[in-house]
Every structure is written in structure tokens, then in C-alpha cells.
């Protein structure tokens, strides 16, 4: 950004500023705007803090020719060059594996389907180590960033993936998982879901909150020193982890009830409980958990539908090429009359702030299995986040909390008690 000098007489307190700046000349830039004050600002600080997104999801052909992170790819929302263009300096990426039966088959399938993430990371971090590299802790996190690379870290979700095999938590964490989500949509062997699954059978509640294996999986987790990951988890669950996890917890990527009433979202009550466990809740810029549609937006897709003949988007595919293309656009133009920005996404923020205050709240954006807020639906458009948060007042300390710092510090106090436990067992 160029701006205009132009002459203007130095008054004796700007004569002072400028001569303490070292700066003699008799011309000065223009005054800044308000706006460009605090992008300025907002900038400097961006610059100044670490930036960590705690959930990023990747694909099963991830770091293969398909989809490598060192190119530009615009079919998905975050690639190392895009990263590093908005700034986004850590992430932690996600073992992912969707709910299945529970039959030795599907565990089997889910560890199959959990390695192949974990080999995919290490290889997408070993084939561009000149950018990148995979950190095993909050110290190497900081290292790294301080290096100039950016930072990768693993999260696992979906504790099917160990199926009922405690042992696989170490193998686990030697591949540098450092938080498990218990579960994901449908109950698993550990906890119940806020979204049971019809399909594989699921009541409302199997075992109301965590099963008896699953106490042993977080003391197990405790151990280790990985995080408990509540996100997806259902609320009776979530209140029942906060009080059994011997270290902090995290909600990976969730957002408020009090501002979207979506189940994956937490309410004030359960915020209080996360709080009062010493965890956080990292915040997540999901667009259907920042604001729910509007009753006029649910209507205007409901005429798009019907005008096309169809009562749902799974019927889209039955329609011709050409129809498929008019309906698309005509929903994407729907969407932009409703949009979803920065500012009602940092709303959250807020929120959590008030009812937890600044140690217990994080960012993520879900990016690659999400995203979609208007401003930030890439990793080149992190800056937006900072420039709200500067725009709405944080300081740089509050802001590089909010970003990397609080994350970091419940990571270390987990590491503090997996020593701990380790230090009593051994
Ligand atoms: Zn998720």
C-alpha cells in the first residue's frame, strides 16, 4: 500500500515525535484514517503473535500427486503457500475417520484409515521440511515458529480409531497425536455424540456421557499427555469428561449455543464446566455453527428446490447437468444474500470471553472439513481474524493468547501431568 506524502507544518509535539523518530525531514506521510490506523495495527500484531488453527482436516490421498500441500490448490481451503501468505503460522492437523460398525472389521478399517492420515502428515512435512515441520510439543511449536517454518501438529478424531485397544494410544502418540476427539457422529465405544446416528443403530444415549472404557481411555490419555478433544461429543459427556480429565481439556472446534443452537455447540453451563476444568474451547469458524439460516433463507431454498422438482440437495445428482448447474448457482446466490462474516464469528469469541474469560478461548477454523465464513474461508485470509479482534479492542497480549498462547499452555500442563503420572506408575 503506497501512501501520498503531502507538506503540512509540524506542530511542536509532532516536530518532538519526529525528531525522537530520528526522522528530520520536513515532510511527513499524511495522517492516517482510523481504518488504516488499526489495519496497521492490526498487521504488526498479526505478525507479532503466533497464529495456530487448531483443526484442519485432509483428505485419505493427502501429500500424494492428488493433493500436495506445497502447491496452491483451490479445491481445498489449506496448502502451505496459502498459509504462509495469510499468515497462518500452526495448525493441527486431523487423523480423521468417520463412525462404522463396531465389529473387529470396522476397527480394523479405522486404524487402517487413522495410519494412512498419520503416514500422509509425515510425508507431506518430510517432502517440504524446507517450510514445515511437525512439532511433538509446545516447546518444539515455538522453536519452530521462531525458525520461520511453519508448524504442523496432529490431532486425532474419532476414538473409533482405537477401537478397544488401549495400547494403540501410545503408537499413537509416538506418531505425534497430541489430542483425541472421543468420538465423532454416532456413539462409539467411549462416549455417546450430540449427533447419534440412525443408521448404525444408535439410541439417543448409549451410555450417558462416557463408558466405562472410555474412563479408562481419558486416564490413559491423561498419561500420555494428549489432549481430551469433547467436540462432537454429546453434553451429558462433555460435563462427565471436564470432571475426569486430570489435565485440561479441549474443545477442538466448537462454537456457542448462545449465539447458533446447533448441537455441536456448547452452552453457557457447559462452558462454566470447561472452565472450571482449566481447559478451552478453541472457536471454530464452521458458517452453519456461527449463524444458523434465517426462516426467510430455509423458505428461499425450499422454493429453489421445489421449482426444480426436487424436496432435498441428496436429489440434486438425480437432475440433468444443466439443471444441476441452474440449481447451484441459484443456492449460491441465496447464500450470498445471507451472509455469514468475521464479525459474527469473533461474536463467539466474545461470548465465550464473558461467560469463561480470556484463558479458556481459542480459534479454529475446520478448514478442509468446514470452514465457509465470509472473510476467512482460506488459510490466505487469516489476517481478517486479527484485524476484528484488533478492531473490537484486544491487546497483542490477549490477541496472541487467543491465537497460539492458551492452546500451548494446556498442552504443557498436559505434558505436566503425563510426567507426573508416569513419574507415580514407573
Ligand atoms: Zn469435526
Not at 362 to 388: M, R
Amino acid at each position: 500500500m503506497s501512501r501520498k506524502h503531502r507538506p503540512f507544518l509540524l506542530t511542536g509535539a509532532v516536530l518532538v515525535a519526529a525528531l525522537a523518530a530520528g526522522c528530520g525531514a520536513a515532510e511527513e506521510p499524511a495522517p492516517m484514517s482510523e481504518e488504516e490506523r488499526i489495519e496497521a495495527e492490526a498487521r504488526r500484531i498479526h505478525d507479532a503473535v503466533m497464529t495456530l488453527c487448531t483443526h484442519i482436516d485432509i483428505p485419505f490421498n493427502y501429500a500424494t500427486e492428488e493433493v500436495d500441500p506445497g502447491n496452491v490448490n483451490e479445491e481445498y481451503q489449506v496448502d502451505y503457500p496459502r498459509m504462509q501468505e495469510g499468515g497462518l503460522n500452526a495448525g493441527f492437523f486431523v487423523v480423521y475417520y468417520g463412525q462404522g460398525e463396531r465389529t473387529p472389521e470396522g476397527y480394523e478399517a479405522a486404524k487402517e484409515g487413522a495410519m494412512t492420515k498419520f503416514d500422509a502428515i509425515h510425508r507431506a512435512t518430510s517432502m517440504h521440511s524446507d517450510v514445515i515441520e511437525l512439532a511433538y510439543s509446545a516447546d518444539d511449536a515455538e522453536r519452530i515458529h521462531a525458525e520461520g517454518k511453519l508448524v504442523a501438529m496432529i490431532g486425532i478424531e474419532n476414538g473409533y480409531t482405537l477401537g478397544r485397544d488401549l495400547s494403540l494410544l501410545e503408537r499413537y502418540h509416538e506418531l505425534g497425536a497430541r489430542y483425541l476427539g472421543l468420538v465423532h457422529n454416532g456413539h462409539n465405544d467411549i462416549a455417546d455424540s450430540c449427533n447419534p446416528r440412525e443408521d448404525l443403530g444408535d439410541a439417543e444415549a448409549e451410555h450417558g456421557g462416557i463408558s466405562e472404557f472410555g474412563r479408562e481411555v481419558i486416564a490413559e490419555l491423561n498419561r500420555l499427555g494428549i489432549l481430551v478433544d469433547v467436540s462432537h461429543i454429546s453434553r451429558d459427556a462433555m460435563l462427565q469428561a471436564a470432571e475426569l480429565s486430570a489435565a485440561p481439556i479441549i474443545a477442538s472446534h466448537s462454537s456457542t449455543t448462545a449465539l447458533a443452537d446447533v448441537s455441536r455447540n456448547m452452552d453457557d453451563e457447559q462452558l462454566r464446566a470447561l472452565a472450571a476444568n482449566g481447559g478451552v474451547m478453541q472457536t471454530v469458524a464452521l458458517r452453519s455453527f456461527v449463524k444458523t439460516d434465517p426462516p426467510e433463507k430455509t423458505a428461499a431454498i425450499n422454493d429453489a428446490l421445489a421449482e426444480a422438482g426436487i424436496s432435498s440437495y441428496g436429489e440434486i445428482r438425480s437432475l440433468s447437468e444443466e439443471e444441476q448447474a441452474a440449481i447451484r448457482t441459484r443456492l449460491g446466490d441465496i447464500s450470498a444474500e445471507f451472509p455469514v462474516t468475521v464479525s459474527d464469528f469473533v461474536d463467539h469469541i466474545d461470548h465465550a470471553i464473558d461467560v469463561m474469560g480470556i484463558d479458556h478461548v481459542a480459534i479454529s477454523s475446520d478448514f478442509d472439513g468446514g470452514g465457509g465464513v465470509d472473510g476467512w474461508d482460506d488459510a490466505s485470509e487469516t489476517f481478517n481474524v486479527t484485524l476484528e479482534l484488533v478492531r473490537r479492542g484486544y491487546t497483542e497480549d490477549q490477541i496472541a493468547q487467543l491465537w497460539s498462547g492458551n492452546t500451548l499452555r494446556i498442552l504443557r500442563e498436559a505434558e505436566r501431568v503425563a510426567a507426573e503420572m508416569q513419574a507415580e506408575g514407573s
